[in-house]
């Protein structure tokens, strides 16, 4: 029994290993004969492509940059006078209209000084008014009269002034707005001139954005600018351009103001972010860009690989003057805007060899990797 299992096992073994070896010659019988047919017929298949059509070359066509929502005015309340701040009139984000009452010092002494200067003051009129008439009557002196005249205007530029200080112990809203923040509360002594609260317009708000040096010398070129915002991701807010800094800030950036459009609900608010992109227009002697992969070297020239009709290949020398940091080449001359050239492979490839342009990436076929 033990050597009929041995027998069986031993003639599998050899079937199996009789056909490993047919297989494998006939795989190699194959490939043979593959490369023996190749070498008799001398066919190569095409090499695939890929194609660009050349055009103008828009180095900047769209950019964004981060912004941030701000009114279209903000303004820190001061006084004009030191003193003691005696009460303010509005709570942070109270709704104030244009000439409320907003803050007031404390105006005992400006009122004193406003009285004294009152009282001088119709004291000296009243004497200035009795040599005008002794004056009128050849009483008076000329020089008299002069010095009475001039002396009235004096104390009165005086008066005005004690009064101008005692009105400046209050501020008034100088436009309809929100009051933002309260920096001091009663009773701090303040000077003149520090802020005490700020308030913002309740208009239109503004988009404030920062662009670079390369970005603002083609500022004749800005085309359009839209905003998109977290709480309205299916749209995009156009804005219109206010102003642009004509200094740079110390961070080398420029501050454009863009206008933002009414009847935008829910409206942006002061403090949001925001990303603005920004569109230029092509210029009308907008030179021509062709992909750097397009660029090849022959004899020290700068060359690129045009399709002809028949999908072969032709050599043409081109001007190539700057590379840009998005990897186009700008070529001031050697092609025609509408020329098909090759933009893969292009040091494999020799003149006149014909070529296989690479199919359009489907819908379905994100990145033509398939």
């Given at each position: ?218 500022r004749r070129d800005f085309e359009a600018f839209e905003a998109s915002f977290d709480f ?139």
């Amino acid at each position: 029994m033990l050597y009929a299992l041995a027998a069986a096992a031993y003639f599998c073994k050899k079937n199996r290993d009789e056909m490993k070896s047919k297989i494998l010659f006939l795989a190699a019988g194959a490939l043979c004969a593959y490369g023996c047919a190749n070498r008799h017929t001398g066919t190569e298949q095409p090499p695939v492509v890929r194609i660009d059509t050349v055009g103008p070359c828009t180095t900047l066509p769209a950019l964004e940059f981060p912004g941030r929502v701000e009114a279209a005015d903000e303004v820190g309340l001061a006084f004009k006078v030191s003193g003691t701040l005696q009460q303010l009139f509005a709570e942070e984000g109270d709704r104030i209209v244009e000439g409320q009452l907003l803050a007031r010092l404390d105006p005992r002494d400006y009122r004193l000084q406003a009285e004294a200067a009152e009282a001088e003051y119709r004291r000296i009129e009243a004497e200035a008014r009795r040599i005008e008439a002794l004056h009128a009557d050849s009483v008076a002196t000329s020089d008299s009269y002069d010095k009475a005249r001039y002396g009235l205007r004096q104390i009165a530029a005086k008066y005005e002034h004690a009064r101008n200080q005692l009105a400046d112990t209050e501020i008034r809203a100088p436009f309809d707005g929100y009051m933002q923040r309260r920096l001091f509360d009663p009773p701090t002594v303040v000077a003149a001139g520090m802020p005490v609260a700020t308030i913002v317009s309740a208009g239109l708000p503004e988009v404030v954005i920062n662009i670079p040096a390369s970005v603002y010398v083609r500022r004749r070129d800005f085309e359009a600018f839209e905003a998109s915002f977290d709480f309205l991701p299916a749209e995009r807010i156009p804005l219109r351009l206010l102003s642009i800094a004509p200094k740079a800030n110390a961070n080398q950036l420029y501050a454009a103001r863009l206008a933002v459009p009414s009847g935008i609900d829910p409206a942006p608010a002061p403090g949001m972010n925001t990303l603005v992109t920004l569109r230029l227009r092509t210029p009308e002697d907008a030179r021509l860009g062709v992909p750097a992969t397009a660029l090849f070297s022959h004899e020290g020239e700068s060359s690129v690989w045009l399709l002809r009709p028949d999908n072969t290949v032709e050599r043409r020398t081109v001007a190539i003057e700057r590379l840009t940091n998005d990897g186009t080449a700008v070529v001031g001359g050697g092609l025609a805007a509408g020329d098909r050239i090759v933009t893969s492979g292009v040091h494999r490839l020799h003149e006149g060899q014909q070529v296989k342009p690479r199919a359009a990436a489907s819908a379905t076929n994100i990145g033509g990797m398939l």
